[in-house]
């Protein structure tokens, strides 16, 4: 099973997660790390190095983040790049986590986990009124009304 550090500012990270669980229940091989401000970007290295090593990393190790960019996001690319099969994922969204946490079991692939994560948490994002416009048949002005 793919491990999973979910990490983010301030209480991101373990929020994110408590909602999570909440719908789908507790998760194994996940743990989330925020980033409050009073700690430095070292201890936040020091605390995402110390998590991974709890972590079993045989079938990979995923890093879910908040912000492209952000000190938690280049944190978990600097322990992606020593691991073998590791990746980074920015802009985590409820739906995407919630999504991949329940598919884990199936996916063995990192490349695979990744790319469903991203279609998930794209998926996720929507504005109901474009969705409903979407989905809304248009009569045409040629077309008589009920």
């Known amino acids: 099973m793919i491990s999973l550090i979910i990490t983010g500012h301030g ?6 997660f408590s909602a ?12 989330a790390v ?3 401000p009073e700690m430095s970007t070292q201890q ?12 079993p990393q045989q079938d990979g190790v995923l890093f879910f983040t908040d912000l492209l960019g952000g000190s938690p996001f280049r944190s978990s690319v600097l322990l992606s790049q020593i691991l073998e099969h590791s990746d980074v994922v920015a802009g985590t969204n409820m739906q995407m986590l919630a999504e991949m946490l329940m598919e884990r079991d199936d996916i063995s692939s990192t490349e695979t986990f990744v790319t469903q994560a991203l279609a998930c ?9 474009q969705k409903q416009r979407e989905t809304t048949p248009s ?8």
């Open 11 to 16: 209480h991101f990270a373990s929020g994110l």
């Open 20 to 31: 999570v669980e909440q719908v789908i229940g507790p998760q194994e091989q996940c743990i």
């Open 34 to 36: 925020d980033f409050p």
């Open 44 to 55: 936040l290295d020091e605390k995402l190095t110390q998590v991974l090593a709890s972590l």
């Open 121 to 129: 948490g794209q998926q996720g994002m929507l504005s109901f009124k």
């Open 139 to 146: 009569l045409s002005s040629d077309e008589d009304g009920i």
